[in-house]
């Protein structure tokens, strides 16, 4: 599979604006590094597929797979990677979350019983 010098140049390109988006986002405490790691790893994928297309042949040749089949099977991969990832974040706010209305419920249990807070 050959890819035109200025499509990859656009690729190289279009990956390191997303590197640097990614670092931006950061900066600003809009995107968390665990997060961020996701991104990156995405960046490098795609540089990796765009500018050495022949990495594609050469997964395709190791897993006996047509190269649309394998283009689909590494999408597939990597977007069940995410939702794993993104599951996993969530299961752990869910957690937090059940604990700290524990707490509160608790606290609040104990400023009921000294009378300083009123029952709703």
Known sequence: MEIALH???LIGFLCFALVGIIIELIRQNRLKE???I???????I???FGIWPDSLNLISRLVQLHH???????????LLAIVLHFTL????LFDRNRRLTQEVAWLRFELEQFGRVEKE
């Not at 996701?38 to 490098?44: D, E, H, K």
């Not at 974040?89 to 752990?92: F, G, N």
């Open 7 to 9: 499509l990859r140049i």
């Open 34 to 36: 665990h997060y961020a």
């Open 38 to 44: 996701i991104w990156l790893l995405t960046s490098v």
């Open 46 to 48: 795609i540089f990796v």
């Open 68 to 78: 649309l089949t394998t283009l689909f099977l590494v999408a597939f991969l990597f």
């Open 89 to 92: 974040a969530i299961s752990q």
